[in-house]
């Protein structure tokens, strides 16, 4: 990959702020777009004749072209210019967005969702990497400051806004919505961030490395997407794509650190800083958006939620990450960023476990409370996270660095989703016999015979009240599981070599 010069530029005060406005809320809307569609899932299935399984397919199709193609951020900054590629990907996104919003069919919103997650792929990193050389290096705090919060917000105001325009509009809006926020971004970074345009220079491109990524990635994902329906191992089918994926992997480790223009820079993983840090994101990111794609369709299915409602209740941790952040800002540079990070990461570990204490009648607030108190401690490993992942790297392997940043933190969101909902199902049909076993059918047989029913209304009753405690208890053991993942994250982050100064790394480890 190349290097991206992080410098100050001379914009004014009201520029830097215009211009890092508009880059964040570009990488906002990319992020956005990862759980916008979350709650609209089930108004989609229905729209267009397919199951909720394959409505997931919309989630995990985004996120894996996405994590495919943000290795090649620094190949295509390297051959047409930082800005330029940024500009082209964000007016892509405008277009692909455009044709989700019309699709009649599964197979068309697919394509065009894959073709979303492969211009996003682009925004996300040069966003960070151009929002550094809008501010002068004293400020640069800040600037990831702001970036880390739309990172934050996105995922978490997805739901809100999805909820919102498919209950009062169409689900087509949470896909209509984006262009004109594409116009305006596009707009401001033409007058503003054009200037700070970086030379181009002709660079091979590495197929054969782009190849086998697609296969290992690709084969990995529909492995975890069709596991499920087809007796995972038990189908020849799984276990080749499972050799596919776990051959190709290999391949392409041994490739990339021989090829001398390799598509993903693992060279820069000598720096233990850099690979504790992504080894620490992944599985804390994981775990934390696990969350975000059970609880909302839950909350639909079997709560009685609407879209609306079940988005908002996810939207609180945004609210309370929004508070936090600029107290995070202030402090990250005084303290060893190990020690925010973790206590950060293990801050949501006990939210995940106060989460296991939810039934199927708790409450709004219930639900919504620990999700808001959760917001207050993401700032706290997000935004220092970011900053030993950028800070342990040489200055011309940063553009490298924040790619392998973006690609781990959106490969995580693919595999979380389709772990979590895998093991979520699981789970429901390890908790059918749990719970007809404490509910004691044939006593409350008798008892509502007794009542009048009829013995096909009994039945139903039954099944439903078995299905919506199965259900509830699968959600509780989902968050024992995260909370276990987060705490091992908050652990491996002190692997990394202790910081020389208060909130950054020495550079070379």
Request: proline residues 5%; contains cysteine; neutral net charge.
């Amino acid at each position: 990959m190349t290097g991206i010069v992080v410098n100050y530029n001379g914009l004014s005060p009201s520029q830097r702020l215009t211009a890092a406005i508009a880059l964040a809320f570009a990488n906002f809307m990319v992020i956005l777009d990862l759980t916008i569609a979350n709650v609209a899932v089930p108004h989609i299935a229905a729209s267009l004749g397919i199951t909720l399984e394959q409505g997931t397919w919309i989630i995990t199709s985004y996120a894996v072209a996405e994590a495919i193609c943000v290795p090649l951020t620094g190949w295509m900054a390297g051959r047409f210019g930082s800005v330029r590629t940024f500009m082209v990907s964000m007016l892509g996104f405008g277009m692909f967005s455009f044709l989700c919003g019309v699709s009649v069919s599964l197979e068309m919103l697919l394509i065009c969702r894959i073709g979303q997650g492969i211009v996003g792929a682009f925004m996300m990193p040069l966003s960070q990497t151009l929002l550094l050389k809008v501010f002068p290096p004293d400020k640069q705090n800040y600037a990831m400051g702001l970036w880390a919060v739309t990172t934050l917000l996105a995922p978490a105001l997805g739901p809100i806004f999805g909820g919102y325009l498919t209950d009062n509009y169409s689900w087509h809006w949470i896909f209509l919505i984006n262009i004109p926020v594409v116009l305006l971004c596009l707009f401001a970074c033409w007058r503003l961030v054009r200037p700070l345009e970086t030379e181009s220079r002709i660079v091979p491109v590495d197929l054969i490395g782009l190849a086998l990524l697609i296969l290992a990635v690709g084969c990995l994902q529909l492995v975890l997407d069709l596991g499920r329906t087809h007796d995972w191992f038990g189908d020849p089918m799984i276990v080749a794509l499972t050799v596919i994926s776990v051959v190709s992997f290999l391949f392409f480790i041994i490739w990339e650190l021989t090829e001398d223009n390799p598509i993903v820079d693992l060279r820069v993983l000598r720096h233990r800083g850099l690979s504790i840090s992504l080894l620490a994101l992944g599985i804390s990111f994981g775990a934390y958006f696990a969350g975000f794609v059970i609880v909302p369709q839950w909350q639909q299915a079997w709560l009685g939620y609407t879209a609306t409602q079940a988005g908002l209740s996810s939207s609180f941790t945004a609210i309370a990450a929004l508070l936090t952040a600029p107290i995070v800002a202030i402090i990250a540079p005084r303290y060893d960023p190990r020690l925010l990070v973790s206590g950060g990461i293990i801050w949501l570990s006990v939210l995940a476990l106060t989460r296991t204490f939810w039934t199927t009648d708790s409450d709004f607030w219930t639900l919504t409370l620990p999700q808001f108190v959760q917001g207050l401690g993401m700032t706290f490993f997000m935004i220092p996270l970011i900053g030993l992942t950028l800070n342990t790297v040489e200055e011309h392997e940063v553009a490298s660095a924040a790619g392998l940043q973006s690609f781990v933190r959106t490969i995580a969101t693919a595999f979380a989703t389709s772990l979590s909902l895998t093991y979520w199902g699981d789970s429901q049909r390890a908790a059918r016999n749990d719970v007809v076993g404490v509910l004691q059918p044939e006593v409350l047989q008798a008892q509502l015979s007794g009542m009048g029913f009829s013995p096909e209304q009994i039945r139903l009753m039954l099944s439903n009240m078995v299905e919506m405690e199965a259900t509830t208890l699968a959600v509780v053991h989902v968050f024992w599981v995260t909370s276990a993942m987060l705490l091992v994250a908050a652990a491996v982050i002190w692997l990394a070599p202790r910081p020389k100064k208060p909130g950054g790394m020495s550079m070379g480890h």
